[in-house]
């Protein structure tokens, strides 16, 4: 019989690409674990040979039960879930509980043999303290949860996941119509030469990354992997988006702080802290540095991914 691999956050973006990929290389038997099973995206993945299960980040319980028999397991949390109705502070405590409910549970697999947790780099630490930001903290809290247990840590990949192409659909961070224009205008608070290392198409790239991972476990156990395909600029995100779309656009940056945050209440705030910080840290150093393995040291090339222009062409912007 196959390996059980189960996957957290199934019907999302990172549970799904990760679902993606293993069915393709048909290797494991395929447990998905979502809150509402009943929902359409849990019923086609049934369909296609998934055992669906349910589970839920804030019963440890629940995901001892999910995990039962599994060889592999990918977990992920959800910060913007509780950061959208009750703000940053709630958001790191609640997103730091579940990381930890899933780091014990999956400590509590007796058949257990790889770990991947989707994390951030410790802006915090490598900025020796002058940037915090808020969808980092929590997830770094949590690596030193799992590394403080030694046989989990002997098992697990730290997958830092880069940003995302569909980062551009949310509004903070994506074009916007200027009607007195007929362009699309990106706002952000600092310069469009910002560099990016960008995973590409969420959908496609982070399962690339972890069935690399998982093909060469004495090279990943107990390391950190960035997941990043494509070095490019914001500027240069925004152009290919043009190429992709035909929509005109042009990138502004916004010197006055509060003028952006007020902009985008709270989540104004969230991206420009991310964002600054990646301005003010070298670009390799602020996701980690020589720590991380890269997808030349997985193997990977660029054809393997789904790039970030082809991403934009993939994607649906008739909400604009």
């Known amino acids: 019989m196959a390996p059980i691999f189960t996957v957290m956050g199934a019907t999302g973006a990172q549970g799904g690409s990760v679902i993606e990929a293993a069915l393709k290389s048909g290797l494991y ?24 299960v349910a ?22 949390t959800n910060f913007l879930e509780t950061f959208s109705a009750d703000g940053p502070d ?23 043999q ?28 949590v690596d030193e949860f799992i ?10 990949t730290f997958l830092r996941v880069g940003y995302y192409a569909q980062n551009l659909m949310y509004p903070v961070l994506g074009p916007n119509l200027l009607n007195s224009t007929g362009k699309y205008i990106q ?27 998982l093909a060469q476990p004495s090279l990943t156990k107990g390391k950190y992997v960035l997941a990043s395909m494509e070095e ?5 995100m925004l152009e290919m988006w043009s190429n992709a779309t035909g929509k005109p656009s042009v990138y502004l940056q916004v010197v006055d702080a509060q003028a952006y945050d007020s902009l985008w209440p709270t989540w104004g705030r969230e991206m420009e802290l991310m964002l600054k910080y990646w301005d003010d840290v070298d670009s390799k150093v602020a996701w980690g540095g020589d720590e991380n393995l890269t997808k030349f040291d997985l193997g990977l090339k660029d054809e393997d991914f789904v790039g970030v222009q082809e991403a934009f062409k993939k994607l649906d912007w008739s909400h604009l």
Do not use: C, M
């Not at 839920?56 to 028999?69: N, P, Q, R, T």
């Open 232 to 236: 490019t600029t914001l500027g240069k």
């Open 114 to 141: 790889h770990y991947i947790w989707s994390t951030l780099p410790d802006a915090k630490k490598i900025s020796k303290g002058k940037h915090v930001v808020p969808h980092f903290e929590a997830k770094t809290v």
């Open 55 to 76: 589970a839920d980040l804030d019963d440890e319980g629940s995901l001892v039960k999910a995990f039962e028999g599994s060889a592999v397991i990918y977990g992920v």
């Open 147 to 156: 590394k403080a247990d030694a046989e989990l840590y002997s098992k697990t």
């Open 29 to 52: 038997q395929l447990r998905g674990v979502t809150r509402n099973i009943e929902s359409e995206k849990a019923k086609a993945l049934i369909k296609r040979g998934v055992e669906v």
């Open 187 to 213: 706002l952000g608070p600092v310069p469009p030469s910002l560099p990016i290392s960008s995973v590409g198409d969420i959908s496609t790239n982070v399962g690339v990354f972890t069935s690399a991972i």
């Open 90 to 112: 709630a958001a790191i405590v609640v997103e730091g509980q579940q990381g930890r409910n899933l780091a014990t549970a999956a400590s509590k697999t007796k058949t257990l």
